[in-house]
T-cell receptor
Framework: AQTVTQSQPEMSVQEAETVTLSCTYD???????LFWYKQPPSRQMILVIRQEAYKQQNATENRFSVNFQKAAKSFSLKISDSQLGDTAMYFCACAELTGNQFYFGTGTSLTVIP | NAGVTQTPKFRVLKTGQSMTLLCAQDMNHEYMYWYRQDPGMGLRLIHY???????AKGEVPDGYNVSRLKKQNFLLGLESAAPSQTSVYFCASTQLAGEQYFGPGTRLTVT
């Protein structure tokens, strides 16, 4: 079974600054996908960014980018120009193509300070 | 296009009562999932389905049953609720190698 580890239960960042959330995972599969989801106080899970393991180029989505280190099994999320609306719980997830099961980390609670 | 919907949004049960949570998706996805979310534990997979008529156990299946009689619906049943099942329940759906789309969640309290 896969495991996904987020070692930072809570983080904070000043508005307009940059913050990096860490995630490591463990899988024996060669084909898998990685995701970061955001869960604001509304409780709705929202996809932030996605990375295919076979792609070497790091994914970016506007202010959000990842640092994907396949050999180290590391998948960190960088949020640039942090905004108050970024305050949320962030979950890292890994999905194997075999069975299409998703494995989630325990989350990092991010607070953006005005 | 409603995406993934869950019914009900809130429920309070007494210990020993039963209930069914309904998940519906209109995206023609093959895969559907039920998770529970507890503080400090992230999302844990209860059961999942890889297609109509099929179900499989996830990480924490005890005390729950599921059915997928129609492709668009995935039902989660609690036959005899226990306080340990107090949680927020999320349904999700996806296609192979796609992102998961989540419902809004159901907050269940068992007293």
């Amino acid at each position: 079974a896969q495991t996904v580890t987020q070692s930072q239960p809570e983080m904070s960042v000043q508005e307009a600054e940059t913050v990096t959330l860490s995630c490591t995972y463990d899988t024996s599969e060669n084909n898998y996908y990685l995701f970061w989801y955001k869960q604001p106080p509304s409780r709705q899970m929202i996809l932030v960014i996605r990375q295919e393991a076979y792609k070497q180029q790091n994914a970016t989505e506007n202010r959000f980018s990842v640092n994907f280190q396949k050999a180290a099994k590391s998948f960190s999320l960088k949020i640039s120009d942090s905004q108050l609306g970024d305050t949320a719980m962030y979950f890292c997830a890994c999905a194997e193509l075999t069975g299409n099961q998703f494995y989630f980390g325990t989350g990092t609670s991010l607070t953006v300070i005005p | 296009n409603a995406g993934v919907t869950q019914t009900p949004k809130f429920r309070v049960l007494k210990t020993g009562q039963s209930m069914t949570l309904l998940c519906a998706q209109d995206m023609n996805h093959e895969y559907m999932y039920w998770y529970r979310q507890d503080p400090g534990m992230g999302l844990r997979l209860i059961h999942y389905s890889v297609g109509e008529g099929t179900t499989a156990k996830g990480e924490v299946p005890d005390g729950y049953n599921v059915s997928r009689l129609k492709k668009q619906n995935f039902l989660l049943g609690l036959e005899s609720a226990a306080p340990s099942q107090t949680s927020v329940y999320f349904c999700a759906s996806t296609q192979l190698a796609g992102e998961q789309y989540f419902g809004p969640g159901t907050r269940l309290t068992v007293t």
